[in-house]
């Protein structure tokens, strides 16, 4: 099974600035199959990213992908109020499909 | 557009079985790879099972595996998932998700129906 480890655990920033998460894999994931989601309180996840770089049809263009192999990071340009949630990476190129811990994106 | 609405959650004790029901529409349901990932309480997200769009093959999480047992209806676009033998653990909220077929990432997520095992 291929772990993702996301850090940190929890981000303190203030609306916009420039958040920066990372999410690290046991084994390397090859093709970038590794997809980023977005979750508000009491809502379900978004797909934000897909194949590690290609942002979702109607995903503000703040939010980025990058990485591969075994380093992937989502970037968030300049903080907005809804911006603020917990962010999962997922890989999906192996089974069982696993999921990072989550990363808190906080309003300092 | 894209719906998923999940439902049968409930309050079952330990060792009980409970089935839940997906109700798909907005697409061609009978083109995508179907799971469920569930998500305790103030915990992260865990994959626990995926059907193909044929139905004809199915993958489980060990930490359920031999006790769910996830199943489609194409004709009515359903997809359902049958738990026995519930543990404390199982309590979560489950979410019904598309995959991107050929891809395992989920582009919709229904709202999620809440599964609480306790005695």
């Known amino acids: 099974e291929i772990v993702l480890t996301q850090s940190p655990g929890t981000l303190s920033l203030s609306p916009g600035e420039r958040a920066t998460l990372s999410c690290r894999a046991s084994q390397s994931l090859g093709s970038t199959f590794l997809a980023w989601y977005q979750q508000r309180p009491g809502q379900a996840p978004r797909l934000l990213i897909y194949?590690?770089?290609s942002r979702v049809t109607g995903i503000s263009d703040r939010f980025s992908g990058s990485g591969s192999g075994t380093d992937f990071t989502l970037t968030i340009s300049r903080l907005e109020p809804e911006d603020f949630a917990v962010y999962y990476c997922q890989q999906y190129g192996s089974s069982p499909k696993t999921f990072g811990q989550g990363t808190k994106v906080e309003i300092k | 557009q894209v719906q998923l609405v999940e439902s049968g959650g409930d309050v079952v004790q330990p060792g009980k079985s409970l089935t839940l029901s997906c109700a798909a529409s907005?697409?061609?349901?009978?083109?995508?790879?179907m799971h469920w990932v569930r998500q305790a309480p103030g915990k992260g997200l865990e994959w626990v099972a995926l059907i193909w769009n044929d139905g004809t093959i199915k993958y489980y999480a060990d930490s359920v595996k031999g006790r769910f047992f996830i199943s489609r209806d194409n004709s009515k676009d359903t997809l359902s998932l049958l738990m026995t033998n519930l543990r404390v653990d199982d309590t979560a909220i489950y979410f019904c998700?598309?995959?991107?077929?050929?891809?395992?990432?989920?582009?919709?997520w229904g709202q999620g129906t809440l599964v609480t095992v306790s005695s």
């Open positions: 907005g697409f061609s349901f009978s083109r995508h790879g």
């Open positions: 998700v598309r995959d991107d077929s050929p891809y395992y990432y989920f582009d919709y």
């Open positions: 194949g590690a770089s």
